[in-house]
C-alpha cells in the first residue's frame, strides 16, 4: 500500500486470511437444536418436550466440539445458546408436570377410602 508522504500506513484491523481457508458458515445443528428447543418448550407441558429436549442438549454438545474444531469457520453459537435455554425450559416443564402429576394422584389416593364399603345397617 502506497501512501503520501506524511501519512501513517493504515493498519489493517485483521490478518489477511489465506486463500484456501473456508468462508464461515452457521453449522446446521445450531438451527436443529434451536428448532428442537423450541418443540421442547412449546411440548413441556404435556411431557413430550422430553425427547426434543434431550435430542436438543446432545447435539448442541457435538455442535460446540465442531465449531471448537473449526477453528471458528463454524457460527451460529447464538443459535445454540438459544435452543439449549429452550432445551432447559421444556425439561423443567416436563418436571413440574410431573410432579403435579404426582401430587394430584398422591392427593386423590388419600381421599380415596380403603376397603369395602357397606351400608350402615350391615354388621
Do not use: C
Not at 418436550?49 to 457460527?75: D, M
Request: aromatic letters at 6%; a positive charge.
Amino acid at each position: 500500500m502506497t501512501t503520501a508522504p506524511g501519512q501513517v500506513p493504515v493498519a489493517q484491523s485483521m490478518p489477511p486470511r489465506h486463500p484456501l481457508d473456508p468462508d464461515p458458515a452457521r453449522a446446521t445443528k445450531a438451527r436443529a437444536v434451536f428448532a428442537l428447543g423450541l418443540i421442547a418448550a412449546l411440548t413441556g407441558l404435556f411431557v413430550g418436550g422430553l425427547v426434543p429436549a434431550t435430542v436438543a442438549l446432545q447435539l448442541a454438545r457435538q455442535a460446540r466440539r465442531e465449531a471448537y474444531a473449526s477453528g471458528g469457520f463454524l457460527t451460529g453459537a447464538a443459535w445454540l445458546r438459544r435452543g439449549e435455554r429452550l432445551a432447559w425450559t421444556g425439561l423443567v416443564l416436563v418436571a413440574v408436570s410431573v410432579v403435579a402429576a404426582v401430587v394430584i394422584g398422591v392427593v386423590r389416593l388419600a381421599d380415596a377410602s380403603y376397603g369395602q364399603d357397606f351400608a350402615p345397617n350391615v354388621d
